[in-house]
């Protein structure tokens, strides 16, 4: 069984900053890909960022230049630093991952961790 643990949200002003961590943990052989998503109250789950096991990385056009993501392979960690942040990136941030275990190739979510952005 494998579990994804987010930690780092909160409440923040605007232009302040956040970091959201993730930790695999469980019967993992190998992880492909991790990265966050994000909800909005009446909105569609988004993309935020992703990395991949090669480092390859990919941000939505909405937090380029604000967001990071970056990853600790050999603890199964994922970490998305958040700057600049306005009241728009309020929203539920999901951990993802795309990884094998000893169930095959699976896709995982953390419980959401919540962002809030305001005054």
């Known amino acids: 069984q494998v579990t994804l643990v987010e930690s780092g949200g909160g409440l923040v002003q605007p232009g302040g900053s956040l970091r959201l961590s993730c930790a695999a943990s469980g019967s993992i052989f190998s992880i492909n890909a991790m990265g966050w998503y994000r909800q909005a109250p009446g909105k569609e789950r988004e993309l935020v960022a992703i990395?991949?096991?090669?480092?390859?990385?990919k941000y939505a056009d909405s937090v380029k230049g604000r967001f990071t993501i970056s990853s600790d392979i050999a603890k199964n960690t994922v970490y998305l630093q958040l700057n600049s942040l306005k009241p728009e990136d309020t929203a539920v941030y999901y951990c993802?991952?795309?990884?094998?275990?000893?169930?095959?190739?699976?896709?995982?979510w953390g419980q959401g961790t919540q962002v809030t952005v305001s005054s």
């Open positions: 993802h991952a795309n990884l094998w275990s000893t169930t095959g190739n699976n896709n995982y």
């Open positions: 990395v991949t096991s090669g480092g390859t990385t």
